[in-house]
């Protein structure tokens, strides 16, 4: 039975987020309904990332098994066609290996957050982008956003009703930085808690207006209380732009240990 890892694509803006719900349309949901249209078999995806709704993705990754072997250009082409008029679009598709698992195979995932800084309303990129009128100082956040790297307690940029079972996150990479009237913030890690991103782009926001300051930022994260974070900034502005994996023997390795565990 192979196992196929996809790329996938989309606008979040039709969903109630990636993972499949009754309470409106998921990508997943689009996925699976396409899968079973073109191959007979219905199956559930595993995604990387359960992104909320309205969030955006670039560089989802997720895998399923079918039954019957297809060549991976077919199982694309066919998913892309039965997707449509749906905002979802599979970018790459291949035979995974041995032990693959779109989740939990992943050592790091990377976001993007875009901000259109201008006083004019948003016209073609009105429910991609977060429109922010005041000037910001890219700078001066990107200076502060240096306060969450490494090995820290997040609560106060956890919501309320996360289901991680720990706040503490190893955040590797940061940076915020203006192209035009962007402003950019990218980050990464191995994985992230529920509203984090938007927390964190939500207080900087503050710094960029030149209300709180890198200390600030710094006593909200100490405080590791949610009443501490800043605004959380809109889902429209995030992506989810690309996740890393082991390498498939890595992958393979760690199968048969979990095997042999088994045994």
């Not at 307690?153 to 192209?179: G, I, N």
Request: charged residues 25%.
């Amino acid at each position: 039975m192979p196992r196929y890892k996809i790329t996938v694509e989309y606008d979040g803006r039709p969903f109630v987020g990636w993972q499949r719900q009754d309470n409106g349309p998921t990508a997943q949901g689009v996925l699976e309904r396409a899968i079973k249209a073109f191959s007979g078999e219905q199956v559930t995806i595993g995604g990387a990332g359960r992104t909320d709704s309205g969030v955006h993705a670039t560089g989802q990754v997720a895998h399923f098994d079918l039954t019957k072997e297809w060549p991976v250009q077919t199982v694309k082409n066919a998913i892309n066609f039965h997707a449509l008029p749906d905002p979802v679009a599979v970018r790459a598709c291949e035979v995974a290996g041995i032990g693959f698992d779109a989740r939990f195979s992943a050592i790091r995932r990377h976001y993007r957050y875009r901000i259109v800084n201008r006083p004019e309303p948003l016209t073609f990129d009105n429910g991609i982008a977060w429109h922010v009128k005041p000037p910001l100082d890219a700078e001066a956040m990107n200076e502060a956003a240096q306060v969450f790297l490494g090995h820290h307690d997040f609560t106060t940029f956890r919501h309320t009703r996360c289901q991680a079972k720990s706040p503490m996150k190893t955040m590797e990479t940061m940076r915020v930085y203006r192209q035009e009237e962007s402003v950019f913030l990218e980050c990464s890690s191995r994985s992230f808690l529920h509203n984090q991103v938007r927390s964190m782009v939500g207080t900087l926001k503050l710094v960029g207006e030149g209300r709180w300051n890198k200390a600030d930022v710094k006593a909200a994260l100490e405080a590791k209380d949610r009443k501490a974070c800043g605004p959380v900034a809109v889902a429209e502005g995030l992506y989810l732009t690309r996740v890393d994996y082991r390498s498939p023997e890595e992958d393979a390795r760690l199968y048969q240990e979990y095997l042999e565990s088994l045994a």
